[in-house]
């Protein structure tokens, strides 16, 4: 499975930014797509997962700004990123999991958040 993100860029601090990512085609059910971010120096962290039944789940730092969704086309996953902070700042990846619980990474996109 290949991933394709989009949408990084440089936005200012209460501004915000959409993430796109699109899975190739899989002969597996990609059953779990996320968004993961990292900055030089730290773990890569979840940000916000979402799974083919629905469910979703948000760090902590996100909830109420940031909103994952399933796009219309198949194995598409979208992060709407809003009233985004300077601490936002990182490298955005995206992920899926597939019914063979293999994870899948994207390249990964930067958002850098200005003050």
């Known amino acids: 499975v290949q991933l394709q993100a989009s949408g990084g860029g440089l936005v200012q601090a209460g501004g915000s930014l959409r993430l796109s990512c699109a899975a190739s085609?899989?002969?597996?059910?990609?059953?779990?797509m996320a968004w993961y971010r990292q900055v030089p120096g730290k773990q890569r962290e979840l940000v916000a997962s979402?799974?083919?039944?629905?469910?979703?789940n948000y760090a902590d730092s996100v909830k109420g700004r940031f909103t994952i969704s399933r796009g219309n086309a198949e194995n598409t996953v979208s992060l709407q990123m809003g009233s985004l902070k300077p601490e936002d700042t990182a490298v955005y990846y995206c992920?899926?999991?597939?019914?063979?619980?293999?994870?899948?990474w994207g390249q990964g996109t930067l958002v850098t958040v200005s003050s």
């Open positions: 992920a899926a999991r597939t019914s063979m619980n293999i994870l899948y």
């Open positions: 085609r899989s002969d597996f059910t990609i059953n779990f």
């Open positions: 979402t799974t083919v039944s629905g469910f979703t």
